[in-house]
Nanobody, 122 residues
Framework: QVQLVESGGGLVQPGGSLRLSCAAS????????MGWYRQAPGKQRELVAT???????NYADSVKGRFTISRDNAKNTVYLQMNNLKPGDTALYYC????????????????WGQGTQVTVSS
Protein backbone atom coordinates (compact mmCIF):
# COMPACT_ATOMS: atom_id res chain seq x y z
CA GLN A 1 0.00 0.00 0.00
CA VAL A 2 2.70 2.48 1.03
CA GLN A 3 6.42 2.43 0.36
CA LEU A 4 9.19 4.60 1.76
CA VAL A 5 12.33 4.58 -0.37
CA GLU A 6 15.52 6.12 0.99
CA SER A 7 18.57 7.22 -0.95
CA GLY A 8 21.74 9.22 -0.47
CA GLY A 9 23.76 7.17 1.97
CA GLY A 10 27.40 6.31 1.46
CA LEU A 11 30.94 6.57 2.71
CA VAL A 12 32.24 10.00 3.67
CA GLN A 13 35.28 11.33 5.51
CA PRO A 14 34.93 13.08 8.86
CA GLY A 15 33.85 16.66 8.33
CA GLY A 16 32.09 15.79 5.10
CA SER A 17 28.44 16.08 4.11
CA LEU A 18 25.67 13.87 2.82
CA ARG A 19 22.04 14.45 1.91
CA LEU A 20 19.50 11.71 2.50
CA SER A 21 16.15 11.58 0.72
CA CYS A 22 13.04 9.55 1.44
CA ALA A 23 10.06 9.43 -0.90
CA ALA A 24 6.71 8.01 0.13
CA SER A 25 4.41 6.49 -2.46
CA UNK A 26 1.20 4.50 -2.58
CA UNK A 27 -2.36 5.04 -1.42
CA UNK A 28 -1.57 8.17 0.57
CA UNK A 29 -4.29 10.54 1.73
CA UNK A 30 -2.04 12.71 3.86
CA UNK A 31 1.23 12.56 5.78
CA UNK A 32 1.68 13.84 9.31
CA UNK A 33 5.15 13.64 10.83
CA MET A 34 8.10 12.46 8.75
CA GLY A 35 11.49 11.81 10.19
CA TRP A 36 14.79 10.02 10.38
CA TYR A 37 16.07 7.49 12.86
CA ARG A 38 19.35 5.63 12.97
CA GLN A 39 20.75 2.44 14.39
CA ALA A 40 24.42 1.73 14.90
CA PRO A 41 25.74 -1.83 15.36
CA GLY A 42 24.97 -3.09 18.86
CA LYS A 43 22.82 -0.07 19.72
CA GLN A 44 19.13 0.69 19.81
CA ARG A 45 17.42 2.69 17.11
CA GLU A 46 17.37 6.37 18.02
CA LEU A 47 15.64 9.49 16.79
CA VAL A 48 17.70 11.81 14.60
CA ALA A 49 15.18 14.41 13.47
CA THR A 50 11.48 14.78 12.74
CA UNK A 51 9.34 17.34 11.00
CA UNK A 52 5.59 17.72 11.40
CA UNK A 53 3.35 18.57 8.48
CA UNK A 54 3.13 22.12 9.76
CA UNK A 55 6.89 22.50 9.76
CA UNK A 56 7.86 22.15 13.40
CA UNK A 57 11.07 20.20 13.90
CA ASN A 58 12.72 18.10 16.57
CA TYR A 59 16.39 17.09 16.66
CA ALA A 60 18.53 14.81 18.74
CA ASP A 61 20.99 16.85 20.80
CA SER A 62 23.88 15.05 19.13
CA VAL A 63 23.01 16.41 15.68
CA LYS A 64 21.75 19.91 16.49
CA GLY A 65 23.60 22.51 14.47
CA ARG A 66 24.94 19.92 12.03
CA PHE A 67 21.86 18.23 10.53
CA THR A 68 18.85 19.88 8.92
CA ILE A 69 15.57 18.17 8.14
CA SER A 70 13.24 19.46 5.44
CA ARG A 71 10.34 18.16 3.42
CA ASP A 72 8.53 18.71 0.16
CA ASN A 73 4.88 17.96 0.88
CA ALA A 74 3.95 18.06 -2.80
CA LYS A 75 6.41 15.24 -3.44
CA ASN A 76 5.78 13.36 -0.18
CA THR A 77 9.52 13.53 0.38
CA VAL A 78 11.66 14.25 3.41
CA TYR A 79 15.33 15.17 3.35
CA LEU A 80 18.16 15.15 5.85
CA GLN A 81 21.12 17.38 5.15
CA MET A 82 24.05 16.17 7.24
CA ASN A 83 27.09 18.41 7.61
CA ASN A 84 30.28 18.08 9.62
CA LEU A 85 29.79 14.35 9.88
CA LYS A 86 31.58 12.45 12.63
CA PRO A 87 32.51 8.78 12.98
CA GLY A 88 29.83 8.54 15.67
CA ASP A 89 27.21 9.28 13.00
CA THR A 90 27.94 5.95 11.33
CA ALA A 91 24.71 3.98 11.29
CA LEU A 92 21.87 2.63 9.22
CA TYR A 93 19.48 5.54 8.72
CA TYR A 94 15.76 4.83 8.52
CA CYS A 95 12.99 7.02 7.21
CA UNK A 96 9.72 7.05 9.15
CA UNK A 97 6.34 8.52 8.32
CA UNK A 98 2.96 8.76 10.02
CA UNK A 99 0.52 8.40 7.14
CA UNK A 100 -3.22 8.42 6.59
CA UNK A 101 -3.86 5.85 3.85
CA UNK A 102 -6.75 4.60 1.75
CA UNK A 103 -7.43 0.95 2.65
CA UNK A 104 -10.09 1.73 1.06
CA UNK A 105 -11.34 3.34 4.24
CA UNK A 106 -8.98 5.82 5.81
CA UNK A 107 -6.49 4.38 8.26
CA UNK A 108 -3.57 6.04 10.01
CA UNK A 109 -0.42 4.01 10.37
CA UNK A 110 3.32 4.22 10.91
CA UNK A 111 5.68 3.26 8.07
CA TRP A 112 9.41 2.59 7.83
CA GLY A 113 11.87 2.50 4.97
CA GLN A 114 14.47 -0.23 4.47
CA GLY A 115 17.34 1.96 5.61
CA THR A 116 20.36 3.54 3.97
CA GLN A 117 23.88 3.09 5.30
CA VAL A 118 25.96 6.09 6.31
CA THR A 119 29.61 5.43 7.11
CA VAL A 120 31.92 8.18 8.32
CA SER A 121 35.53 7.11 8.19
CA SER A 122 38.93 8.32 7.06
Amino acid sequence: QVQLVESGGGLVQPGGSLRLSCAASGSIFSIYTMGWYRQAPGKQRELVATMASGGSTNYADSVKGRFTISRDNAKNTVYLQMNNLKPGDTALYYCNADILVFTPTLRRDDYWGQGTQVTVSS
